[in-house]
Structure formats: structure tokens, C-alpha cells
């Protein structure tokens, strides 16, 4: 497609459900990552993957957050149980390259907010 | 560690007056340097970047030099317009490790006519 997409673009759910965000990477995109935006503030890093192997998790905030990306493309980001303060806005990016380096770029979805009551 | 930090906002100018957001960052090695912005209801844009000292970033009338002396990348443009209201966000890209972006906590500017 023609940019990174993301489903729902917004999700309400109530303490202790569990969601499933979806990303849609621009096609031909090895590298894709996941970042939270906590409101007023700047996105942080959740997530990486290259292709379908996910090389680093050290951004997600606790063992509720899982997210997979079986065939390389899409990928969905799960959050079990959820809490008051996994409320925020779920940002999905895209890079090119299969080995990400200083000049790459990242193209960024238009963000899922979730919204736990 | 890395981090970057931005002039807090909101920024409320005039049409075509001369704008500057600051950023500074503090990073181990020679990150990559954003700047990125977010209209209201959209995702994050690329604004424009710049990889390396002296380098100046430009688009759309904004400008941003790599300034690695001062550890500076200070966003500018000459004459803002109503359609550049938005959240402004600096950021660098990692250089250890996963390359991930660390981002500034955004600066919120608002052009009025």
C-alpha cells in the first residue's frame, strides 16, 4: 500500500479485557517497529522486528504485551489484561532495510489509540 | 544514555512570523537527527533529517542544521503559516544496539491568521 496502515484506529476496552492492534507495514518493508505515546508525551520504543523474527523486546512495559509478526508483514500487537495506564496512542512503523542503519528512515502509521476504562 | 529534549510549548505565533523550536540531545556515538511533525487527527510525518555534523535538513520551508559541537538540531522557518499547526517532534536514532528512534516530548505550535 501506499503507507503504513493501522486497525482499529480506535479501541475502547474495559479493565481486564484483552486487544489485538493491527499493522499493516508498507509493502516490501523488512523492519517494522511498535512504539507507545503516552499522551503528552513522545513515542517510546515497544518493539523491533526484521521480518517475521523479533530481535528486540526490551521496550514492552511488561509480560501482558506480546506481539508477533508470523509471515513477515503484518504484524499485531496484544495486550492481555489490560490496565488504566496501557491507555495511549499505538504507533507502527516501517523501515526498508533488512539491516536498519544511521541514514534509514521510518514511516509511521496514523496510530491506534486505546482507551482503557 | 540517549535522550532529546524540546522547548516546551505551546508555541502561539502570528502568520508568517519566524519560528524556532530548540532540541538538544545527548547520545553515545554519532546518532541521526528528526524532525518530525503530527497534524491533528494524522500520524507522524518526516519532516526532514539529517545524518550527519554540519548537515542541514529542509522541507517544506523548515530548516534544521546538525550542529554536533553544541549537540543542538534547532528547527526554524522563516515564515509560518496557519497549516503549520501541528506537534513538532525531535528525535535521534539510536547508534548501539537495535536502531530505534528516541523522540523529544513533542512541542505543540499554533499559527493564528
Known amino acids: 500500500g501506499a503507507g503504513v496502515s493501522q486497525s482499529p484506529r480506535y479501541k475502547v476496552a474495559k479493565r481486564g479485557q484483552d486487544v489485538a492492534l493491527r499493522c499493516d507495514p508498507i509493502s516490501g518493508h523488512v523492519s517494522l517497529f511498535w512504539y507507545q505515546q503516552a499522551l503528552g508525551q513522545g513515542p517510546e520504543f515497544l518493539t523491533y522486528f526484521q521480518n517475521e523474527a523479533q530481535l528486540d523486546k526490551s521496550g514492552l512495559p511488561s509480560d501482558r504485551f506480546f506481539a508477533e509478526r508470523p509471515e513477515g508483514s503484518v504484524s499485531t500487537l496484544k495486550i492481555q489484561r489490560t490496565q488504566q495506564e496501557d491507555s495511549a496512542v499505538y504507533l507502527c512503523?516501517?523501515?526498508?532495510?533488512?539491516?536498519?542503519?544511521?541514514?534509514?528512515?521510518?514511516?509511521f502509521g496514523p496510530g491506534t489509540r486505546l482507551t482503557v476504562l | 544514555g540517549n535522550s532529546v529534549t524540546q522547548m516546551e510549548g505551546p508555541v502561539t505565533l502570528s502568520e508568517e512570523a519566524f519560528l524556532t523550536i530548540n532540541c538538544t540531545y545527548t547520545a553515545t556515538g554519532y546518532p541521526s537527527l528528526f524532525w518530525y511533525v503530527q497534524y491533528p487527527g494524522e500520524g507522524l510525518q518526516l519532516l526532514l533529517k539529517a545524518t550527519k555534523a554540519d548537515d542541514k535538513g529542509s522541507n517544506k520551508g523548515f530548516e534544521a542544521t546538525y550542529r554536533k559541537e553544541t549537540t543542538s538540531f534547532h528547527l526554524e522557518k522563516g515564515s509560518v503559516q496557519v497549516s503549520d499547526s501541528a506537534v513538532y517532534f525531535c528525535a535521534l536514532g539510536t547508534t548501539s544496539g537495535t536502531y530505534k528512534y528516541i523522540f523529544g516530548t513533542g512541542t505543540r505550535l499554533k499559527v493564528l491568521a
Open positions: 512503523a516501517s523501515s526498508l532495510a533488512l539491516r536498519v542503519s544511521r541514514t534509514d528512515t521510518q514511516y
